[in-house]
């Protein structure tokens, strides 16, 4: 409900349309969904012997055309909604976009997210998953 009442009252008081705003969200979101389509074809790399095992499994240069399209699209998607903004909504979806960098950085930075952390955590996840699917077979 929060979250509704936030997407009717923001356009009153800021001037923004609803689709300027729906704008705001979908262009950080198409930035990152880029993003993750490069790094599933790392994590592939990474991790060759779950891959072979994975449920969804194809040869590797058909996924990597299929993440290579996905990067492209939401490059694309993000394009296309920034360059219908209006000048005030451009500046203020630059400024989202490096508020997000920003934050990043400081939480790993200040330790309050630690890479380390992270990478560790990826491993572990990958080692079930490994296990898991030895099991099986």
């Not at 800021?14 to 990152?32: C, F, K, N, R």
């Not at 499994?57 to 920034?82: D, E, K, Q, R, S």
Request: proline share 4%; glycine share 2%.
């Amino acid at each position: 409900m929060a979250l509704f009442f936030a997407f009717t009252i923001i356009p009153l008081f800021t001037g923004l349309t609803v689709d300027s705003l729906i704008s705001l969200i979908m262009i950080p979101a198409m930035i990152m969904n880029a993003y993750m389509n490069i790094a599933l074809i790392r994590l592939v790399k990474q991790y060759p012997e779950q891959w072979k095992r994975a449920t969804l499994h194809m040869p590797t240069p058909i996924f990597n055309c299929l993440c290579a399209a996905g990067f492209l699209c939401a490059c694309a998607v993000a394009y296309y909604l920034f360059k219908d903004l209006d000048t005030v909504s451009k500046i203020l979806c630059i400024i989202i976009l490096a508020a997000m960098l920003v934050i990043a950085q400081i939480c790993l930075r200040t330790g309050k997210v630690k890479k380390e952390d992270l990478m560790s955590k990826r491993e572990r996840i990958a080692a079930a998953a490994i296990a898991a699917t030895s099991d099986e077979d």
